[in-house]
């Protein structure tokens, strides 16, 4: 199994990147997958998450109207589109399921066990 997170860059405050997530080892047809991030110095926290069996998202108050998590099944690959992004994004942005969880809301507030390499996103001007 591989989750492999890609994408991430320097960008300027207000602007947008997409990062993808390519999964490898099982398909998005069931457990759900989500995105988390760690800034310097800080916690882990959930981003965004996607039930892949029907595509409910979740996303905690600081990602709303400006994150977008997606998926390509057809790609195995699920994606999240950063808009607006402020220099409180930067972290480190990590691709992530857990195979016994099917809830979006349930990942991203218990964590998933599975995880992949991380991405770096650093927001500054």
């Known amino acids: 199994v591989q989750l492999q997170a890609s994408g991430g860059g320097l960008v300027q405050p207000g602007g947008s990147l997409r990062l993808s997530c390519a999964v490898t080892g099982f398909t998005l047809n069931r457990p759900a997958i989500g995105w988390f991030r760690q800034a310097p110095g800080k916690e882990r926290e959930a981003v965004s998450c996607l039930s892949t069996n029907n595509d409910i998202t979740y996303y905690p108050d600081f990602a709303k109207d400006r994150f977008t998590i997606s998926s390509d099944k057809t790609k195995n690959t699920v994606y999240l589109q950063m808009n607006n992004l402020r220099p409180e994004d930067t972290g480190v942005y990590y691709c992530?399921?857990?195979?016994?969880?099917?809830?979006?809301?349930?990942?991203?507030?218990?964590?998933?066990?599975?995880w992949g390499q991380g991405t770096q996103v650093t927001v500054s001007s």
């Open positions: 992530a399921t857990d195979f016994g969880q099917a809830s979006s809301y349930a990942l991203c507030h218990r964590g998933p066990r599975e």
